[in-house]
C-alpha cells in the first residue's frame, strides 16, 4: 500500500473519533472520562503528547452496556468492535473505529476483525468495599484475563525462536481446545460480579496489567469527574486525575528521554481507498 496516513493526520483523524465518542455520551447521559497518554496529553500539553496519537478512555461498565446497544443502531463512518456485537472480536478490550481507514497490527494476538484506526475503552468495574476485597477480584478478574491471552496466541510470536514459539503452544494447547470465546465469557462474568451492587472500590478490569495497585481505585476518584481542556475541547476526566496519574506514571509532568518520545504503537495505518480524505 503507498496510502499511509501520516501522524498529523493520525491525530486529527482519532480526535474526530473521541468527539464523536463525547457526543455519543453527552447526548445519552452515559459517563466516560479520559484515560492514560491521553489524560497525560491534557494536563502536560492540553492535547495529544506531541509523538503520538493515542486516545484511550475509561468507562464505567453499566454506561458502556448502554453505549453497545446505542452503538448497535447507528450507521456511518464510526462503528464500535467488541465481543459483545461480533463474536470474531477476541479480545476483552472494546474500541471505536473510523472505516474510512485500514489499520494492521503487528502483535501477538490473532486479529480476526478488520479495524481502522482506534479509541480504547478501558472498562470501570465494581470491585469490593475494601482495598483487599478489590485486590482479590481484581486478582481473580486478571487470572480470567491471561487464560484469555494463552487461548489466542498466535503459533509463532515475535519476540521468541520457532523452537521456543511451538513449545509455548503446546503448553498452551488446553487454552486453545477450550476456545477464545470460552475464555472471554469466563473474563467478563468475573469482572461483572460486583456490578449490582455499588463499592467503595473500582478496578479497570481489562487494562491487561498484572499490577493490582495501578488498577484499583476509590470510586470516589472517578466521582462525577471535571473537565479537561484537549485541543480546545472539554473532556471529562477523572475527579482525582493527579492520583491516577502519579499511580500509573509516577512524575507525569516530566518529559521522557528524547529517546523515548516515541509512539508505544505497533501498526501501519493506511485509507480504505487510495484517494486522499484530508
Keep these: 500500500m503507498d496510502n499511509e496516513i501520516s501522524l498529523d493526520t493520525s491525530q486529527k483523524l482519532v480526535f474526530d473519533i473521541l468527539k464523536f465518542y463525547k457526543n455519543i455520551c453527552d447526548k445519552n447521559g452515559l459517563k466516560y472520562y479520559i484515560a492514560y497518554g491521553t489524560l497525560i496529553g491534557a494536563v502536560r500539553h492540553k492535547g495529544f503528547i506531541p509523538w503520538d496519537d493515542d486516545i484511550d478512555v475509561f468507562m464505567p461498565r453499566k454506561d458502556y452496556i448502554k453505549l453497545v446497544e446505542i452503538m448497535k443502531n447507528l450507521k456511518g463512518r464510526y462503528k464500535l468492535v467488541s465481543f459483545e456485537v461480533n463474536k470474531k472480536f477476541t479480545a476483552p478490550l472494546p474500541k471505536i473505529i473510523d472505516t474510512d481507514t485500514i489499520l494492521i497490527q503487528q502483535y ?121 481542556e484537549f485541543e480546545d475541547f472539554l473532556f471529562r476526566a477523572p475527579k482525582n486525575y493527579e492520583k491516577l496519574l502519579s499511580v500509573e506514571y509516577g512524575n507525569y509532568m516530566e518529559l521522557p528521554p528524547k529517546n523515548k518520545q516515541v509512539s508505544h504503537h505497533s501498526y501501519k495505518l493506511y485509507w480504505n481507498n487510495s484517494e486522499k480524505k484530508c
Design 108 to 228: 501477538d494476538l490473532y486479529e480476526r476483525v478488520n479495524l481502522g484506526l482506534y479509541i480504547d475503552i478501558f472498562i470501570i468495574d465494581n470491585a469490593g468495599d475494601s482495598y483487599e476485597e478489590a485486590s482479590n477480584f481484581y486478582r481473580e478478574s486478571y487470572a480470567a484475563y491471561t487464560e484469555w491471552f494463552k487461548s489466542d496466541l498466535k503459533l509463532f510470536l515475535n519476540d521468541k525462536s520457532k523452537i521456543h514459539s511451538i513449545l509455548g503452544f503446546i503448553k498452551r494447547l488446553p487454552y486453545k481446545i477450550k476456545g477464545i470465546s470460552h475464555y472471554l465469557t469466563k473474563f467478563n462474568e468475573v469482572s461483572e460480579i460486583n456490578n449490582l451492587k455499588k463499592t467503595d472500590y473500582v478496578a479497570i478490569t481489562n487494562s491487561g496489567s498484572s499490577k493490582v495497585d495501578k488498577n484499583i481505585f476509590l470510586a470516589s476518584d472517578f466521582g462525577e469527574g471535571v473537565t479537561l
